[in-house]
């Protein structure tokens, strides 16, 4: 049975017209999906730096057009279809799945949705390493850590000009202001390192390991990483 929901689910969300229909009748929300003028479609699983990403990107390059946050492979297949540029954020799928349980106020006991969040990093990721050959990837670490070379190297990929010179400052202002935002949200899902949450992922660490997901997914990931060289 759980494999029939997933598989049903699969479906929808990975329909850019089905996945549209759903948000607007469960949850009365418009997609935001990828057009003609849309510049880059810069996304990712989620809590894969996705925010942070994101509002680089948007600071360095305010005139851009970034469709991000939607997380589907719906959202993928157009961006494909129209040939918008698409620049892919990855995480190891064990700091993925356990950030997810710990947003969502999961248990470390709870299986199912252990099971599901892996099921759905792999799922997501294969399809992108099977359909968009011609994608940019950029690891979790690269974007967190050294941003400066995040912007570069995204900029190359968009074949858009940086000013290198007073890229430095404007990096400093825009981190400043998105350490401001993140502050005052939930600690477990805020975009920022919080201590409250450590003694919950070493909790965490363990039970994820213990998945039949674990291994595919982290085969998955290395897949990824074959991408950065």
Not at 40 to 52: D, E, K, W
Not at 105 to 120: M, P
Not at 178 to 192: A, H, M, Q, T, V
Request: charged share 25%.
């Amino acid at each position: 049975m759980q494999t029939l929901k997933r598989k049903l689910r699969d479906v929808i969300r990975d329909s850019p017209r089905l996945y549209s229909i759903f948000l607007k009748l469960s949850l009365g929300r418009q997609l935001k999906l990828p057009t003609a003028d849309t510049d880059c479609h810069l996304t990712g699983f989620p809590r894969s730096a996705n925010t942070y990403s994101h509002y680089l990107a948007k600071g360095v390059f305010p005139d851009f057009k970034f469709i991000t946050h939607v997380h589907t492979i719906a959202s993928l297949r157009v961006a494909r279809k129209l040939e918008v540029p698409v620049a892919i954020i990855f995480r190891n799928p064990v700091d993925c799945v356990i950030s997810m349980c710990l947003k969502y106020k999961k248990e470390s006991t709870d299986v199912a949705a252990i099971d599901g969040y892996f099921y759905d990093y792999i799922h997501y990721h294969q399809w992108i390493l099977q359909q968009l050959p011609d994608a940019a990837f950029f690891q979790f670490e690269d974007v967190t850590k050294h941003s400066k070379e995040f912007i570069t190297q995204l900029a190359d990929f968009l074949n858009k000009e940086v000013d290198s010179v007073g890229l430095e400052s404007c990096l400093s202002e825009i981190k400043s202001a998105f350490n401001d935002r993140e502050k005052l949200k939930d600690p477990d899902g805020s975009s920022l390192p919080q201590q409250s949450r450590i003694a919950k992922k070493v909790e965490f660490d363990a039970a994820v390991k213990k998945s039949a997901l674990f291994e595919p997914s982290m085969e998955c990931y290395q897949m990824l990483k074959d991408q950065l060289s």
